[in-house]
């Protein structure tokens, strides 16, 4: 490897570059509560203890609700403080960078353009190289590879292990890659990258990531946030909107000196790896088990904003199902290994926050399983689910001031955080992936209860009795427009939302029926007040109204897909390559889509109807 230079163009930092406050402490191990941020924000105003729990001790909780909220809105102004400087000196020599690229059988053609677009990086090509991983053990790839050698600019290597790792082992092929360019000519480089196999990088990847190292000595880790591209239109699973939550949390996070790394895009300083022994193989979430590790030996991660790589997602229900499972299982696996033996070296800070990820999701995902079917049943049945007030004849005024300062005190919160990513993500965006939770807590039961009755050993790559080649039998329906009402409502399972929107849709009759009550009884001025009062101590009631509406809709989005699948656009058509060396790169109109502003109509239907029970029920308490 030739010895790092001196360059005078610099280093040129992309322009929209994350915000920092003035002082930052320079050694800050991930903080127990940053979990809790994200799940905040989940565990919304559409709450279900409001209709099921004792409403003395649902009022208390209304206290923290608004202490967050005042937190969160001093959180969010110092998120937009201060920038980094725009450059660094003409005088700063660039280092040496291994990039490394893991692969296992995702497809020849997208291996083929990431690498491509890997080797024409803005960075003079005899300072870096470009190893493929390959777990596929594939004579394709290495032929591929072989073929591309002689045309790329900087050295590109190929590396396997010689045995097909079906779990996809992504840590263990990765210290395999350390061990390999040990091997090679002038030894490792000062940096390491890490890019997924489908994650395309643009021209400024590694520039702009490698200046927020040379800018933060204590940082060990920088990490650019993942851009997709193929998102159908309209994005019928709203898969946009999750990784837009995904970047809000990612940017509290930067804030408060604990971000967490994504696992592609990403550079690292070789001591700072070297310090940590290598990539942690505990679990699947390899990449936040990095963070906490580089964490406790005192080194930062930190955020690179900007469209920096840009990949591929789930495009099937069975696919996006399996990638929230693999998440899930990686977390609970992280909240298992730092109470382990191997886990007693990081400090409790870490160790308590490393356990709260995986306690949020699976209590998480059991709560909202719970009240994902509980709640639209108990409103099907009509009978009252709200206490009335102490006379016994009316709901109580402080009950619903209550509710209604919550669901303001919930949507300032919601929109302080969609402003961190420019309205990109719906305020209700959290609720909408509600009819993902069964799924999730299947995983968690699989992890704590049941191992042997729900499924072998936990977890591996394909950690759900989903399997992968559903999300094929899929695409091969839909490119022959074929019906995939079966993979997804029968082996998928998702026929049980019709006994949701089922509950939902009896609920909304009954409430019907008490509201058009009067039309049939004489003194319709008396019976009205009397209708109103039944009403809003059933589906009525605001917050248990805008859950069983959040319910409905979120158990809506695989129904809805399955009777109207989008259309299957090949990769290709979403690409562009339009230089002599046909780099491929997202069109400027597929961009645009993953990049706009969501409508907020939704949000502002359910806020007109808390105005308008709230002025009835001032009227009628």
Not at 81 to 109: A, H
Not at 251 to 264: N, T, Y
Not at 286 to 295: I, K
Not at 374 to 394: D, E, K, M, N
């Amino acid at each position: 490897m030739v010895e790092p230079h001196s360059t005078s163009k610099g280093i040129p930092i992309a322009q929209n570059l994350p915000r920092r406050p003035p002082k930052r402490r320079e050694k800050r191990p991930l903080h127990p509560l940053d979990p809790l941020i994200r799940i905040s924000s989940v565990e919304d105003h559409f709450g279900i203890g409001i209709c099921l729990a004792d409403f003395l001790d649902e009022e208390i909780t209304r206290v923290p609700r608004l202490l967050i909220l005042l937190s969160t809105f001093g959180l969010v102004q110092n998120a937009k403080g201060v920038r980094l400087p725009q450059s660094i000196g003409n005088d700063s020599k660039l280092p040496t960078i291994d990039i490394f690229i893991t692969y296992c059988g995702e497809g020849l053609d997208i291996l083929t353009d990431t690498v491509k677009a890997a080797c024409h990086q803005d960075y003079p090509p005899s300072l870096f190289r470009v190893i493929i991983l390959d777990d596929s053990s594939s004579r394709d790839v290495s032929s591929a590879i072989t073929e591309l050698q002689p045309v790329v600019r900087p050295s590109l290597h190929y590396a396997t292990r010689n045995v097909k790792h079906h779990t996809h082992s992504k840590a263990a092929n990765l210290n395999f890659g350390l061990r390999f360019i040990d091997t090679l000519p002038n030894g490792r480089a000062t940096y390491l990258a890490v890019l997924d196999v489908d994650m395309i990088p643009s021209a400024r990847w590694l520039r702009t990531v490698l200046a927020h190292l040379l800018h933060n000595p204590s940082a060990g880790l920088a990490c650019p946030f993942q851009r997709l591209y193929n998102i159908a239109p309209n994005d019928p699973l709203g898969i946009t909107p999750e990784f837009n939550l995904f970047e809000i949390t990612t940017v509290l996070q930067d804030f408060g000196d604990s971000s967490v790394c994504s696992g592609s895009g990403f550079l690292i300083r070789r001591p700072a790896l070297d310090a940590i022994n290598g990539f942690p193989e505990e679990s699947l979430q390899e990449d936040v088990l990095t963070t906490m590790a580089l964490s406790a030996k005192g080194f930062r991660t930190v955020y690179v904003e900007g469209e920096l790589q840009w990949g591929l997602a789930p495009n099937t229900v069975p696919d996006w199902i399996r990638q929230r499972q693999r998440w899930t299982a990686g977390f609970l696996s992280i909240s298992s290994y730092v109470f382990s033996k191997q886990g007693r070296d990081l400090p409790l800070r870490a160790r308590v926050s490393g356990a709260s990820f995986g306690f949020f999701e699976g209590t998480t995902s059991g709560i909202w399983t719970i009240a994902l079917f509980l709640v639209p049943l108990l409103v099907a049945t009509g009978r009252p689910l709200l206490p009335l007030s102490s006379g016994g004849a009316r709901p109580s005024r402080l009950l619903f001031r209550l509710a209604v300062l919550d669901f303001a005190a919930q949507s300032v919160v919601q929109a302080l955080f969609c402003s961190l990513v420019d309205w990109r993500c719906d305020m209700l965006a959290s609720p909408a992936q509600v009819w993902l939770a069964p799924y999730r807590f299947l995983i968690a039961l699989r992890f704590y209860c049941f191992p042997k009755l729900l499924g072998h050993e936990v977890p591996a790559f394909t950690p759900t009795g989903i399997s992968a080649a559903l999300g094929k039998a899929e695409r091969e329906a839909r490119k022959w427009r074929r019906s995939c009402k079966k993979i997804v409502l029968w082996d998928c399972g998702a026929w049980v939302f019709l006994v949701v929107l089922g509950c939902c849709l009896l609920g909304g009759v009954r409430m019907v029926e008490c509201m058009l009550s009067p039309w049939f009884f004489p003194g319709s001025m008396v019976a009205g007040r009397d209708v109103l009062e039944k009403v809003l101590v059933r589906m009525g009631w605001p917050p248990l109204f805008s859950f069983c509406l959040l319910s409905a809709k979120s158990a809506w989005t695989p129904i809805s897909y399955t009777l109207d699948p989008p259309a299957l656009v090949e990769r290709e058509q979403l690409l562009d390559r339009t230089d002599e060396a046909m780099i491929a790169h997202p069109k400027k109109k597929v961009k645009e889509r993953h990049m706009e502003r969501k409508s907020q109509v939704f949000w502002l239907a359910l806020a007109v109807y808390h105005v308008l029970f709230g002025m009835i029920s001032e009227s009628i308490s």
